[in-house]
C-alpha cells in the first residue's frame, strides 16, 4: 500500500522515551488445530448483573472478552478459528500461563467476562445520514465528498468489531436494506478502553500475521490481526520507525503505482480520495521510515490476516484507530519473520 498524501498529524513524541531492551519478548508458536464451530452462535442467554464476573462459556463469549482487553481475536463471528487461537495465546502469555492457545481449564478461571456480552445499539438520524454509495471507479470514488459507511450493516458491525454474518444472526427479521432511525439492534458489547501509557515499541509477526504493542515494562498493551505483502519480497524484516500518524487521511492514487489499472492509465494523473472507512487506507494512516510502507486500516476489516496486501500492514479499522493512541514519532517497530 502507497502512502496517502494527508494533511499530517504529528503525534508529540513522548516526554521521557521508555528505555527498551534490545531483546523483544519470545513468542512461541500457536498450536494449529481444525477451528472449532460454535453451534448457533446467536443464541441469546439471559444474564444479570449478579452472573457477573464469571469464567467465559463458549468461543463467542471468549472473543468478547478477549476484545475487551485488546486482544482482538479479529472480527467477532463466533467461531475458534486461527485468530481467535493466537489471541488465546496472546492472553496466555500476558498471564504468563502454557501457551496452548485454547480455552483450556488454566485459562478458563482467568478469561472472565465483567459484564453481558450483548447490548443494544440504537440506529440514529446520524448514522443513517452517513450512509452513501461509493463509486465504483477511482474517479468517481475521488469526486465524492467521503468514503463512508455504505449501509447500516457495515456501520453496525464495525462499531461492534463483529463480522456482519454474526450481527445478522443476532437479529432476525431485520429488513436490512431498510433500517430506519430508533431500530434497536443486538450487537457485542465492545468498547476498547483509553490507553493508560504510550507503547514503548511494536512487534509484527509475518508467519503468524499479528502485530503486538507493548509498554516500557514488555507488558502486553495490544494484539491485533493484521495482513501483510503477498509478494515475500515486499515483505521487510528488521527495525523500522514511525515517522507520520495521521487518523482519517486521504489517500493519493497514482497511475504509475497502478499499471494493471486501463482507468488510472487513461486519466494519467493522480487521483486524492477523501477520508473515511472505506478509504483504501481506512481510518488511520501510520507511516514507517520504509518509503510507501505503513500501519494502515482497511475498508474490508473481516478479511484482515485472510487476504494480502501490496506491502504495508493492514489492520481492522478499530484496530487501526486504537493503535494511532499508542504509537509517537520514531517510536520503533520491529518486523520479524
Known sequence: MHKPAVAVQTAA???????????????????????????NPAVVVPTSPTDFPRPVRDGLEAQVALARRVISPGAIDGAIGSQTRAAIGAFQRSQRLFESALLDTNTRPLLTLDA?????????????????????????????????????????????????????????????????????????????????????????HLSERFLEAFGAETN?????????????????????????IAPDPNYTVNPELFPESAELSALGHKLILPPGPNNPVG??????????????????????????SHGCFRLANWDAAYLVKLVWIGMPVEVVP
Open 116 to 204: 453481558p456480552w450483548l447490548t443494544d445499539y440504537m440506529v440514529t438520524t446520524n448514522d443513517l445520514a452517513r450512509l452513501q454509495p461509493i463509486g465504483k471507479t477511482w474517479l468517481a470514488k475521488s469526486q465524492q465528498t467521503a468514503l463512508d459507511y455504505e449501509t447500516i450493516l457495515e456501520l453496525v458491525a464495525e462499531k461492534a468489531h463483529s463480522h456482519p454474518a454474526l450481527i445478522q444472526k443476532l437479529n432476525p427479521g431485520v429488513d436490512w436494506a431498510n433500517v430506519p432511525a430508533g431500530t434497536v439492534l443486538k450487537i457485542p458489547a465492545v468498547n476498547y478502553p483509553e490507553p493508560a501509557e504510550k507503547a514503548a515499541f511494536v512487534v509484527i
Open 220 to 244: 502486553l498493551l495490544a494484539h491485533f490481526p493484521c495482513s501483510i505483502a503477498a509478494k515475500v519480497e515486499k515483505r521487510p524484516v528488521g527495525e523500522l520507525q514511525v515517522t507520520v
Open 283 to 308: 481510518v488511520a494512516w501510520i507511516g514507517l521510515n520504509l518509503p510507501g510502507y505503513g500501519m494502515h486500516g482497511t475498508p474490508v476489516p473481516e478479511l484482515v490476516g485472510r487476504t494480502e
Open 13 to 39: 513524541r513522548p516526554v521521557a522515551k521508555p528505555v527498551v531492551q534490545v531483546a523483544k519478548p519470545v513468542v512461541q508458536s500457536v498450536v494449529k488445530t481444525e477451528p472449532q464451530k460454535i453451534s
